[in-house]
């Protein structure tokens, strides 16, 4: 299983560099940046990688515990990030070129708008992952090493 100091690095390092995307894009002239294609592509890759972490390495090993109200947890957990991905992948292929490796925008504040939109969702998900998911795995390994 993931190391909660991984994980809880992986939360800083998305929510810093969504914070830098996001102070950057408010300038138009910065969209067209090399730094903030940057930030944007190394953003990208640390959402994706940590979902994939979550959904393999926490959701999995809740999935098979036997209490279903851990199951559901999961279930519920496992749900969301289908959404989050779906709706990531779509903003990711409006606004990029992963190809070009560059920001394709023509309406600014759109892009802005849905950019504000999708990183809040994504931080939003950080921090149930935060109140809720780690401290139930923290409990269910707790009571697992007390009963061996």
Known sequence: MVAFEQLHAQNH???????????LVRERSMCDTDVTC???FDLTNHVREHMEVVDRDLCGKLLSYPDQSV???????????TEIKRIFSAYVKQWCSEKRHSLTINDHAS???DTEQM????MDRLQRETEYL???????????????
Not at 13 to 23: A, D, G, H, R
Not at 119 to 122: D, I, P, Q, S, T
Not at 134 to 148: G, M, S, T, V
């Open 13 to 23: 390092k998305i929510t810093e560099l969504s914070n830098v995307f996001l102070y």
């Open 38 to 40: 940057n930030v944007f």
């Open 71 to 81: 199951k559901n947890t999961a279930n519920r957990f496992l749900s969301g990030s």
């Open 111 to 113: 892009f802005v708008q």
């Open 119 to 122: 990183f809040a969702l994504v």
């Open 134 to 148: 780690y401290p139930l795995i923290r409990n269910l390994d707790e009571k697992e090493q007390a009963a061996a």
